[in-house]
């Protein structure tokens, strides 16, 4: 997956916990409807995951078929230019059934990333002797401090990167 990806993903997968957030916040099918703050609250992130999907790149696509990166667009478009025309009882339905799945495989994707990561930290780690720091605060200072993948570098930079953060 490209570094681009990477971050697109993790983005994705927060936009997912942000509608978690507003249906944990303001209820039900009923409330959606009735509550515009509620519907604001839910569907802005979903047009952000949509944008975001217009930028995965071609190679992700194809390895994740299973997410409709399509749909993902054509939702967010629907919100962005049909906002007086919404069936807000499909898009409850978008919200509590094909959102989960998507976080899910999202998050499966994400969790798979990490491990290899974390692995490679480790390995790198070993194989230098570098001692007094652990892979997942490594990882962590990377991939959450910069946004950048740990598979931008490579295992010589990596080295001398996690040095850095060790001193």
């Known amino acids: 997956m490209k ?99 998507l976080k899910e495989r999202v998050s499966a994707i994400l969790k798979e990333k990490d491990t290899a990561s974390l692995e490679r930290i480790g390995r790198v780690i070993r194989e230098n002797g570098i001692d007094e720091v652990d892979s997942e605060s490594v990882f962590h200072r990377i991939v959450d401090g910069t946004g950048i993948s740990v598979d931008m570098f490579s295992d010589k930079k990596l080295c001398e990167l996690i040095r850095t953060i060790n001193q």
């Open 3 to 101: 570094n681009r990806d990477d971050a697109l993903i993790r983005k994705i997968n927060e936009y997912c916990e942000e509608v978690e957030a507003a249906i944990d916040c303001f209820g039900d099918k009923e409330e959606f409807q009735n509550n515009k703050v509620f519907r604001n609250a839910a569907c802005m992130p979903i047009m952000q995951i949509g944008e975001l999907c217009k930028l995965i790149s071609d190679e992700l696509r194809n390895e994740e078929c299973e997410i409709d990166w399509k749909g993902w667009c054509g939702i967010r478009d629907i919100l962005a230019h049909q906002y007086t025309n919404i069936d807000y009882k499909k898009t409850w339905g978008i919200l509590t059934e094909d959102l989960p799945a």
